[in-house]
């Protein structure tokens, strides 16, 4: 007697957790006592085998005793004539009468083992007829989850989809520590004042005076704008060119040694 009681993990029911909990520590209740009912139904059935080999084998008790005690003469004077001594007849008239009592005996064996017998069967009957029960129950409450989930899952495609959520602006870039122009300014002194106001104008240009800013074409970065094999060369490769000092200090070096054309911007 399948039960689809394991399935039930895999449907979505759409109640409480709680009262979900609930129905599904009731399935595997009725589950265990369907299995404890069918171990009962197996034993049963097992003695009721038993018994009815037993009862086979007492009316056969029953069938040779009566026989052997139809045999017998129909007065106790006539067996006694018929033997051929009295210690003869002593035997034969005990033999009868313990077959007369074995008979009584197995006949009212016989008798508490039918009784037996059809009150167990009686039982197995019942027992059976509860297990039905149980189990058309048991498919009854799982239809039930089941048509909950799929209407449930219906409700969930008829719905309409949730709004997407709003998308958060960047985050703006971190503004550059420190006064950058005066920073520049230091860094190229000794170029000359004319020379290192140029410079400011310059960073103005290549990154806005923003240290961090990468151009997303080429890849170069920082102030002044490096490109990473332009800064390998330098004495400052060790730095990081988004270091706002080594930057400018770096580029105040490349235009002693290059001058202006290692830049695209040309300000006045």
Not at 143 to 172: G, I, N, S, W, Y
């Amino acid at each position: 007697m399948a039960l689809a009681v394991a399935s039930l993990a895999a449907v979505s029911v759409p109640a409480a957790a709680d009262d979900e909990a609930n129905v599904r520590g009731r399935l595997a209740t009725v589950a265990e006592q369907m299995a404890a009912n069918q171990q009962a139904i197996a034993r049963l059935q097992a003695q009721v085998a038993d018994r009815q080999q037993r009862i086979e084998r007492e009316r056969a008790q029953l069938r040779l005793l009566a026989r052997a005690i139809y045999a017998q003469p129909d007065s106790t004077l006539v067996l006694v004539a018929q033997s051929p001594s009295l210690s003869d007849a002593v035997t034969r008239l005990n033999d009868l009468l313990s077959a007369g009592d074995r008979a009584r005996s197995t006949k009212a064996a016989l008798d508490r083992d039918l009784y037996a017998l059809q009150s167990q069967r009686l039982e197995l009957q019942a027992r059976e007829a509860s297990l039905e029960q149980q189990k058309a129950d048991l498919d009854a409450e799982y239809a039930r989850l089941v048509a909950q989930a799929e209407a449930a899952a219906a409700a969930r495609r008829a719905a309409p989809p949730p709004p997407p959520a709003p998308r958060l602006p960047p985050a703006p870039a971190a503004a550059p520590a420190g006064d950058i122009p005066s920073l520049i300014l230091a860094a190229w002194a000794p170029l000359g004042s004319a020379t290192a106001q140029w410079a400011v104008r310059l960073a103005q240009c290549e990154s806005g005076l923003n240290p961090y800013a990468v151009n997303r074409y080429s890849g170069a970065a920082g102030l002044f704008q490096f490109l990473a094999t332009t800064w390998a060369g330098t004495p400052w490769r060790a730095q990081s060119p988004f270091d706002a000092s080594a930057n400018a200090q770096a580029a105040a070096w490349l235009y002693s040694k290059y001058g202006a054309g290692q830049w695209s911007c040309h300000p006045a």
